[in-house]
């Protein structure tokens, strides 16, 4: 039994270390979260406390809240009117667990499966790193179903089990905090408000107006260069070339004559998004450049913001008094995404995965984006 436990720890150090354990948590509430059905008892006969089984969902809630606390994102996916599913959160003097914990809270009639795919979708992350608490076989078997790579652990029947069942499972140990992690629970909150609006909007054209979008182009500096970094290393999906670069190589390109560093963030009535993208330019010569690459944060996709970034981009260039702009499109597993961008951004494809576009003759894309400022 001494060593399963030590070979145990060691394997979950494994795990650990190649990030095979989860990102996001995603609790039901009722006789989940709290005993009981808030719509059928009422606020006043749910159970969460420290007497009787109330004892089990509070633990349970304890636990939930510490994972938050380490970075895990936690979610609620629950088939209940929205208003009196908080409610409980907001007045309940037992619940441990607030809504400010939670990044993004689905409450309706729809199917789980539909809202756990919106969740999704606001998180950006993949359905391998979450997993589903439902205390429901039925929900969980269609959960399970319809979308692979989710984990859907079966929970005992006996909500005092919940806890020593899933600490077994081991499926949110992490080797590293980092408060970031943490502070992301309000760009979610915002995220999700977002899409509610889209849902609102008569169609695409409509949204985007009303969403009030302002991007501001500044230079590579040595204040967005460890965000850049991030984003180069982290933008596998809309990253046309797929070039990974340090703070110490954008360093030295910020302080060469031979490339330009253009970075740009976004911001909209909800928030802001920070910066999201950034472009790579070398100089070939008196009248050509090249894109060496561009690389965009895919939270902020179809919103009409490349158009926007090529627009600020040419316009700069131009005023350089360079010709041609040269571009390329590097092909991975991962970056189908942007295979044709170019083409759609209005560059001529010369051969291969090889573009062009001429700096004369180019027209101004139709964006919604407007101007924050534009630093020089």
């Given at each position: 039994?001494?060593?399963?436990?030590?070979?145990?720890?060691?394997?979950?150090?494994?795990?650990?270390?190649?990030?095979?354990?989860?990102?996001?948590?995603?609790?039901?509430?009722?006789?989940?979260?709290?005993?009981?059905?808030?719509?059928?008892?009422?606020?006043?006969?749910?159970?969460?406390?420290?007497?009787?089984?109330?004892?089990?969902?509070?633990?349970?809630?304890?636990?939930?809240?510490?994972?938050?606390?380490?970075?895990?994102?936690?979610?609620?996916?629950?088939?209940?009117?929205?208003?009196?599913?908080?409610?409980?959160?907001?007045?309940?003097?037992?619940?441990?667990?607030?809504?400010?914990?939670?990044?993004?809270?689905?409450?309706?009639?729809?199917?789980?499966?539909?809202?756990?795919k919106?969740?999704?979708?606001?998180?950006?992350?993949?359905?391998?790193?979450m997993?589903?608490?439902?205390?429901?076989?039925f929900?969980?078997?269609?959960?399970?179903?319809?979308?692979?790579?989710?984990t859907?652990?079966?929970?005992?029947?006996?909500?005092?089990?919940?806890?020593?069942?899933?600490?077994?499972?081991?499926?949110?140990e992490?080797?590293?905090?980092?408060?970031?992690?943490?502070?992301?629970?309000d760009f979610?909150?915002?995220?999700?408000?977002?899409i509610?609006?889209?849902?609102?909007?008569?169609?695409?054209?409509?949204?985007?107006?009303?969403?009030?979008?302002?991007?501001?182009?500044?230079?590579?500096?040595?204040?967005?260069?460890p965000?850049?970094?991030?984003?180069?290393?982290?933008?596998?999906?809309?990253?046309?070339?797929?070039?990974?670069?340090?703070?110490?190589?954008?360093?030295?390109?910020?302080?060469?004559?031979?490339?330009?560093?253009?970075?740009?963030?976004?911001?909209?009535?909800?928030?802001?998004?920070?910066?999201?993208?950034?472009?790579?330019?070398?100089?070939?010569?008196?009248?050509?450049?090249?894109?060496?690459?561009?690389?965009?944060?895919?939270?902020?996709?179809?919103?009409?913001?490349e158009?926007?970034?090529?627009?600020?981009?040419?316009?700069?260039?131009?005023?350089?008094?360079?010709?041609?702009?040269?571009?390329?499109?590097?092909?991975?597993?991962?970056n189908?995404?942007?295979?044709?961008m170019?083409?759609?951004?209005?560059?001529?494809?010369?051969?291969?995965?090889?573009?062009?576009?001429?700096?004369?003759?180019?027209?101004?894309?139709k964006?919604?984006?407007?101007?924050?400022?534009?630093?020089?």
């Amino acid at each position: 039994e001494g060593n399963y436990e030590i070979s145990k720890k060691i394997i979950d150090i494994i795990r650990s270390k190649k990030a095979f354990f989860k990102k996001c948590i995603i609790i039901d509430l009722d006789n989940t979260t709290w005993g009981g059905i808030i719509g059928d008892d009422g606020i006043d006969k749910i159970e969460i406390g420290d007497l009787g089984i109330g004892k089990a969902f509070k633990e349970f809630q304890q636990w939930i809240k510490k994972l938050k606390e380490r970075g895990i994102i936690l979610c609620v996916c629950s088939k209940n009117t929205e208003e009196v599913a908080k409610e409980v959160f907001l007045k309940h003097p037992e619940m441990i667990l607030k809504l400010d914990d939670i990044s993004v809270f689905m409450a309706n009639w729809d199917s789980k499966v539909n809202n756990i795919k919106k969740i999704q979708k606001i998180l950006n992350i993949g359905f391998d790193s979450m997993v589903f608490i439902d205390d429901n076989s039925f929900e969980r078997n269609v959960v399970r179903d319809n979308i692979p790579g989710i984990t859907v652990p079966d929970l005992p029947e006996d909500p005092s089990n919940y806890l020593n069942f899933l600490y077994d499972q081991n499926l949110f140990e992490i080797n590293s905090y980092s408060k970031s992690t943490n502070d992301r629970t309000d760009f979610y909150k915002k995220e999700n408000e977002r899409i509610k609006f889209k849902e609102l909007s008569t169609d695409l054209s409509d949204y985007m107006n009303k969403i009030g979008m302002k991007s501001r182009l500044n230079n590579l500096n040595s204040f967005n260069i460890p965000r850049v970094s991030e984003l180069s290393n982290r933008s596998n999906q809309f990253n046309l070339r797929t070039i990974r670069y340090s703070q110490s190589d954008l360093m030295k390109i910020m302080n060469s004559n031979k490339y330009f560093g253009f970075v740009f963030d976004l911001e909209d009535k909800f928030g802001s998004h920070g910066i999201v993208s950034y472009l790579i330019v070398k100089c070939l010569s008196d009248e050509e450049v090249f894109i060496e690459n561009w690389a965009m944060s895919c939270r902020v996709l179809e919103r009409s913001f490349e158009q926007y970034i090529i627009n600020k981009l040419l316009n700069y260039l131009k005023n350089k008094n360079y010709k041609i702009l040269l571009a390329e499109y590097v092909e991975t597993k991962k970056n189908l995404l942007v295979k044709d961008m170019y083409n759609k951004l209005g560059f001529s494809k010369q051969k291969s995965n090889n573009y062009l576009i001429s700096l004369k003759n180019f027209k101004k894309l139709k964006t919604y984006v407007k101007d924050k400022k534009y630093i020089k």
